[in-house]
């Protein structure tokens, strides 16, 4: 007779392998697939920052299209956040702090890269004023 383990969701944090992330049986009590769920949760709070930030519709485009490829970008930026919502809810302090991290280094990234181009515009506009003078 085969013997069933029982895994007992915890209600607190902890530390520790032995997680149930997103789906039962996984990550399994295995220190390869914890890391891969830690990649996982990392991964998705990364992208998370990226989806509202990147301008997707051009001047001139159908406002049907348009609105279809805004609701697409908000479908799965809500579907991922969810996702590391109910990962954290594990309750285990390495997921919750790859779900921080993910999160944090997403919105650095998105930061950084906005400040530059608009250091480049105002570099622009300020060369572009020179010569005119």
Known sequence: MMRLKKMQM???LYWGKDAI??????PNESVGMYILAFCFVFFLALVVEFLPNKPTIKQ???HIKGGLIQATIYFFRISFLYLVMLAVMSFNIGIFIAAVAGHTLGFFLVKSHAISAANKE??????VSIDEV
């Open 122 to 127: 105002q570099k622009h506009e300020s060369a």
């Open 21 to 26: 992330v997103l789906f039962p049986g996984w």
């Open 10 to 12: 915890h209600m607190t």
């Open 60 to 62: 001139g485009t159908n």
